[in-house]
């Protein structure tokens, strides 16, 4: 063998060697970026799952207190309007009100004559009535939604039509 020929195959050894090598840079740059996707995403998907627990712990609190409001509403119709008490009553209300708000809880709104939405209306009876079948008739108990989910739907009395059975 010549000093050529020992020269030439070395030479291909050692292009035989970068080629492993860069093969073998490219195969770990591409799976440390892979690793550093991953964690982008799972920083991501960790941060709305916290969000939403933050947003939903609460829930059980709030739809707990609900009940404070309407034990309020039923203190209200018993107190009459002259007595001074009234006053500071609606003003606790009010205060414990505008916190539940802060927290996302909003009132079901829910009007006599709207048609009846099982999505956000519990039907407690159906009675008869002059108005259209399917149509509220009485709220019995205001409804709320927390952060946009129905927490407690409104009870409310449906109508049908004169002489139909339920």
Do not use: C
Request: charged content about 35%.
């Amino acid at each position: 063998m010549t000093n050529d020929d020992t020269k030439e195959v070395q030479q291909q050894v050692e292009e035989t060697e970068v080629e492993k090598l860069t093969k073998e840079r490219d195969e770990y740059l591409d799976g440390w970026k892979r690793a550093k996707a991953d964690l982008a995403n799972y920083k991501k998907e960790e941060a709305e799952r916290m969000e939403q627990f933050v947003r939903y712990s609460t829930q059980a609190v709030i739809a707990d207190l609900v009940t404070v409001l309407d034990s309020f509403d039923l203190g209200l119709s018993v107190i009459k309007e002259d007595d001074p008490a009234r006053k500071g009553v609606i003003l606790i209300k009010s205060q414990l009100e505008d916190i539940l708000k802060r927290y996302g809880l909003e009132r079901i709104e829910t009007k006599k004559g709207e048609a009846f939405d099982p999505s956000i209306h519990e039907a407690v009876e159906t009675v008869e009535s002059e108005a259209p079948p399917g149509t509220i008739v009485d709220e019995l108990s205001p409804g709320y939604r927390l952060q946009g989910k129905v927490i407690r739907p409104a009870r409310v009395n449906v109508s049908k039509q004169k002489g139909q059975d339920k």
